[in-house]
C-alpha cells in the first residue's frame, strides 16, 4: 500500500454507510408500484381473487406500505450488502428529522382516524333517529363492526413499524405517499356530495371504507348491488 | 539548520503506528463509520486478508480498534470499530502533520 488519499477513503465509506443505513434502491421502486398498484385499485377496483378470498386481497392491498416496510429489508439484505454491513456514525440531525417525519405521519393518521370515528358516531345517531332502520340493526350491526374495526386498527397498523424500520428522510416520504391512497376512504368524511355518491354507486364489499355505517343498512347485504334486479 | 533539526525531530515523534500507510487507511476509514466488516475494510483499502489482519491486530494491541464477531444468519461477519484512543491518536496524528506541512494543510 503505497499513498493514502484519506479524503476519498472518507467520502467512500460515508457514502457507503449512508447507502448501508437506508436501503433504497430497488426497493424504492418497489415501494412506488405497490402505491401505484392500491392507487389504481381505489379508482377501479379489480377483483383477482373471487368470493371470500376478495376479503384477503382487500387486505393484501390495504396492508401494502405495512408489508413494505419487511420486503425492504429482506431486499436489502439480499441485494445490498455485497460489501458487507457498514454502520454509520449516527447523525442526531438526521435522526431528529426522522422522528419529526414520523410524528407527522402520526399526526395525519389521527386526525383522519378522528374523523373516521366521529364519522361513525354520527351515522350510528342517525340510524338510531330512524325507526325503519332501527329494527335491522341487530342484523347488520356485527359485519358494520367489523368493517369498523379496520378504520380503527389501520393507522396503528401503518404507524406501529415505521420509526423503526423507516431510515431516513426519503423513505419517510415515501412512506406517506403509499399511506395517501389508504386515506381516500376516509376523505369521503370531508365531502358530503362525494359521499351522497358514493351512498348510491360503490359497493359496500370493500373493509374499512364504510364511513357511514347507515349505508350498509339502507343498502343491504355488500352483494346486493352485483345481483340482477329481482334475484 | 535549527529549523531542520525541528523538523526531524517531529517526524520522529509521529505516531509509527497510525503512520504506517496500511494503518493510516484502515483507521481512516474506521473513523468515517461506527463499524466496519472486515469485506468492505479489504475492498477498500486494496489489502490482502493476511496483511489487514496483520495490520488489525497490530492497531487492536495498541488500543486503536476493537473487533466485533458476530454472525448474519449462520454467516459470522467480523467487524471493527475504532475506539477512543484510535480517534485521538488520528486527530493528534492530523494536527502533526499539518504543523510539518502547513501549506498542504491548507489545501
Known sequence: ?231 | MRKNENFSKAILDLDRMVHEPARLAILTVLASAEEVAFLFLQRITGMSKGNLSTHTQKLEAAGYLDTVKAFQGRIPVTSFRITEDGRLALKAYHKQLRALLPEEGKR
Open chain 1, 1 to 231: 500500500m503505497s499513498g493514502v488519499d484519506i479524503q476519498r477513503l472518507e467520502a467512500l465509506t460515508h457514502n457507503y454507510a449512508e447507502f448501508d443505513s437506508r436501503k433504497s434502491g430497488l426497493a424504492t421502486a418497489l415501494g412506488g408500484v405497490m402505491a401505484l398498484i392500491v392507487g389504481l385499485n381505489l379508482i377501479h377496483p379489480i377483483r383477482v381473487l373471487a368470493g371470500p378470498w376478495w376479503h384477503i386481497q382487500a387486505a393484501l392491498v390495504f396492508l401494502m406500505p405495512v408489508l413494505w416496510l419487511p420486503l425492504k429489508q429482506i431486499l436489502f439484505r439480499r441485494l445490498y450488502r455485497g460489501l458487507g454491513p457498514v454502520k454509520a456514525i449516527p447523525d442526531l440531525a438526521q435522526e431528529r428529522a426522522k422522528w419529526r417525519w414520523s410524528f407527522s405521519i402520526a399526526m395525519v393518521l389521527m386526525t383522519f382516524q378522528t374523523l373516521a370515528l366521529l364519522g361513525f358516531v354520527s351515522g350510528f345517531a342517525g340510524v338510531l333517529r330512524q325507526p325503519e332502520t332501527i329494527r335491522l340493526l341487530s342484523t347488520r350491526l356485527p359485519g358494520v363492526w367489523q368493517s369498523w374495526l379496520w378504520v380503527a386498527a389501520l393507522p396503528w397498523l401503518y404507524l406501529v413499524l415505521a420509526p423503526w424500520w423507516i431510515k431516513g428522510v426519503e423513505e419517510a416520504r415515501a412512506y406517506l405517499i403509499s399511506l395517501g391512497p389508504k386515506l381516500n376512504p376516509h376523505s369521503v368524511l370531508l365531502h358530503p356530495r362525494r359521499r351522497e355518491r358514493q351512498q348510491g354507486n360503490q359497493g359496500l364489499d370493500d373493509p374499512g371504507l364504510h364511513a357511514d355505517p347507515t349505508r350498509r343498512l339502507r343498502l343491504g347485504h355488500p352483494h346486493d348491488s352485483e345481483r340482477p334486479a329481482g334475484a
